[in-house]
């Protein structure tokens, strides 16, 4: 009769309480190493995008021939005399006016028809006129061009303020409505049906309702619409005069058929630049909260 001997084994015991074995990097550790990686992403896309920018601020300064030499960086010399040729021989404070007056008018022709607009068609579920402004937001306008140039051209509109806000509330109006109707949609209509109870009738829940809950929304939508309308080159170069030009047109000043005032260019081009920029550093807060302010609607 054969004895079964057992063999001892050779799995460590652990104690209650010790440490286990390590496996991989701990949830702290990745959470570093995801943090670095993200940060040096942040600061590639940053140069990337800064870079023009800030090339484009110093060129500015520079003498043209000083622009296009080889060493440029080596051979900085600073002057003024960009932005004095930008606005005294080029009459740029009359086409940045003209730029912010068509801007401005666009923004709150498009407001004073697409917020109500907007209301209506979230309030009411009005799912092909939805369908008309996503249609109206896809369609380039570049391919209404020519038809609009015909149609302004035969009733003497082409060179003026008419023909240019009409054109850019092409673009501008269907981007308010769209951002307006996902703000509205987010607002709860108990609200407004709170409002009715107590007196106010549709229009007057509207107007002292929601309206005032919905700021975030409407300043994201100024916003944007102003940025298009100021940054609009097609349009302007195409049914704008000598008396309706606007600054992306008037950069033209700069280009001839034998050369190009490099130093004049970059100095318009800053002054286009910055107002947009400053007007979305201050405004970036409500940029933001209006684009995502149906995000988590439901």
């Known amino acids: 009769m054969s004895t079964i001997v057992a063999e001892p084994s ?8 010790a440490p286990g074995p390590q496996r991989g990097l701990s949830r702290k550790s990745r959470r570093r190493a995801w943090g670095a990686v993200r940060g040096v992403l942040i600061a590639l896309v940053t140069v990337a995008f800064g870079f023009p920018l800030v090339w484009m601020l110093i060129a500015s300064f520079q003498p043209s ?75 380039p306008g570049i391919s209404l061009l020519v038809p609009w140039y015909y149609i302004f051209a035969q009733i003497g509109l ?7 806000i009409l054109t850019h509330m092409f673009v501008g109006l269907p981007l308010v409505v769209w951002i307006m109707m996902n703000t509205f949609e ?7 049906e709170a409002g009715q109870i107590d007196g106010l009738s549709q229009i007057g829940a509207f107007v002292r309702v929601a309206v005032p809950l919905a700021a975030p929304g409407i300043a994201t939508a100024t916003v944007l619409s102003m940025i298009f309308s100021w940054n609009n080159f097609l349009f302007a170069l195409v049914l704008s005069g ?16 034998a050369s190009i005032d490099w130093g004049g260019l970059m100095a318009a081009a800053v002054v286009i630049t910055v107002p947009v920029m400053l007007i979305s550093l201050f405004m970036q807060r409500y940029i933001v909260s209006g684009l995502t302010g149906g995000a988590t609607k439901g």
């Open 186 to 192: 987010a607002l709860p209509a108990e609200l407004e």
């Open 65 to 139: 021939i000083v622009i296009t030499s080889p060493d440029s960086i080596s051979k900085f010399q600073f002057t003024v005399e960009n932005f004095v040729n930008v606005f005294a021989k080029q009459q740029f404070a009359f086409f940045a006016w003209n730029s912010f007056f068509i801007a401005a008018s666009t923004t709150v022709l498009s407001l004073v028809i697409g917020v109500p607009a907007a209301y209506a068609i979230a309030r009411w579920s009005m799912n092909r006129s939805s369908f008309v402004v996503l249609i109206a937001r896809i369609v």
């Open 242 to 257: 000598a008396t309706t030009k606007t600054l992306p047109a008037a950069i033209f000043n700069f280009i001839s058929y």
């Open 10 to 17: 050779t799995r460590a015991v652990v104690a209650p309480g």
């Open 158 to 164: 082409v060179d003026s303020y008419a023909a240019l």
